[in-house]
């Protein structure tokens, strides 16, 4: 069985509010904001003059100001999931990273990664957008686990702030910037059990979103919206039926794109408030990292028995679940 032993996240500290975003004048204001998104502020790499002045109209300048990049961001994440499980970076066997902004496609981000670190094992990327937790984990469970290393080390990081067209009002509103991390094993216990795992696309819809490697984020909005409200309820159904999912005692966590597309989903299967963890209110979007960075930012709050659940949706189009146990 795969466990994950501990797990780490970092975030830029420059953050926008509504009001912010309200004073660009873009036909946007802090009300509709939060009633539309449910967002109230969001995390960004980029210096908050720098979007007042240019609205970032050409991405291409946006990684010359940034005051953090794709790798800074995945590097520390990592070292703080290194120290939370109690390993170091000489343990490590295997480095499999997530990046959907990656600002050069060669060395891969994994490498960039593991040099910053120390790295001396395999190293590369594994990755989609937003649904990289389970794709992450998932790509695990199909190995023999007796091949697999005594550690693997997971990042996903990401500076889509960095790709927005800040004249945009929805897409201004939406991102932020964020890596998280976490450490798995088949060989020694950890915190949290992994009892099943799913990944899947559908490739004929990969156009509904896309990043533009030295452009901007577009995507069909409302299409996948609705998309991903129904595919998450139809993910979570299928974990409650087979886990006997108990919303008093376990938790949900799902893909970080907007408070109020969350709350369509709680809501539709009466998940309690206090049992739906999530970061996206106050850090925004942050692609593949957010559904991982709520569980890291609530693992004092786990309790023995639990059942974590995580479902999540994306890019590709893609989709995936965790089902875990929380297991000291």
Known sequence: MLRILGMGTC?????????????LDVGTNA??????????????????????ETRNQDPRMAPEVASMNATDLGARAAEDALKKSGISASQVGLLIVNCCSPRQTSPSEAIRIAERLGIQAPAYDVYTACPAFALHIDYLRNFDEAALPEFVLCVSTAVMTQHVDYND????????????????????????EILDSAFTADPTRC????????GFF???????????????????KAIEEKYSIDWSRDIFIGHQANRTMLEQITNNREIPASNHWHNVTYLGNQAGAGA?????????????????????????????????????
């Open 292 to 328: 991982p960075a709520s569980l890291c930012m609530h693992w004092d709050k786990m309790i023995t028995g639990q059942h974590i659940v995580v479902a999540v949706v994306g890019a590709g189009l893609s989709w995936g679940s965790i089902v875990m146990r929380v297991a000291q």
């Open 169 to 192: 009002r929805s897409d201004g509103a939406i991102w932020g910037d964020g890596a998280a991390a976490w450490v798995v094993s088949s060989k020694h216990q950890g915190r949290l």
């Open 207 to 214: 156009e509904a979103v896309v990043v533009e490697s030295q």
């Open 218 to 236: 577009h995507q069909d909005g409302r299409a996948v919206r609705d998309f991903s409200v129904r595919q998450t309820v139809r993910l979570i």
């Open 31 to 52: 009300q509709w904001i939060e009633e539309k998104i449910g967002i109230l502020t969001r995390v960004t790499t980029l210096p908050a003059e720098y979007i007042r």
């Open 11 to 23: 975030h830029p500290n420059n953050y926008i509010d509504n009001q912010f975003l309200e004073a």
